[in-house]
């Protein structure tokens, strides 16, 4: 059984940081890009980081370019995102999910439950 679970949200002021982990199961890890994907009230899911765990290959969006880092254990088949500088905008409800490639949610086809990010201003 495909698994991912997310931990690691919470609130936070801004300027803060959190780190969220994604731990996998059920699946050949390095067969596939691993992203975090954040859904705000109203609003489109959208791709922020992925990772290639086979190459390790990276993608940001432009929104988290310089604050956000997305790093992967293939040991543990965990992937981790250090979110720094925190923006009350970066307040959304965080998927970690895997795909065959790039960023897009309709590339991905397991995600996990979310776990909340509320960054307060």
């Known amino acids: 059984e495909v698994q991912l679970v997310e931990s690691g949200g919470g609130l936070v002021q801004a300027g803060g940081s959190l780190r969220l982990s994604c731990a996998a199961s059920?699946?050949?890890?390095?067969?596939?890009?691993i992203g975090w994907f954040r859904q705000a009230p109203g609003k489109e899911r959208e791709g922020v980081s992925c990772i290639s765990s086979s190459d390790g290959s990276t993608y940001y969006a432009d929104s988290v370019k310089g604050r956000f880092t997305i790093s992967s254990d293939n040991a543990k088949n965990t992937v981790y995102l250090q979110m720094n500088s925190l923006k009350p905008e970066d307040t959304a409800v965080y998927y970690c999910?895997?795909?065959?490639?790039?960023?897009?949610?309709?590339?991905?086809?397991?995600w996990g439950q979310g776990t909340q990010v509320t960054v307060s201003s």
């Open positions: 059920g699946f050949t890890f390095d067969d596939y890009a």
């Open positions: 999910a895997a795909g065959s490639q790039g960023c897009r949610p309709y590339e991905y086809d397991y």
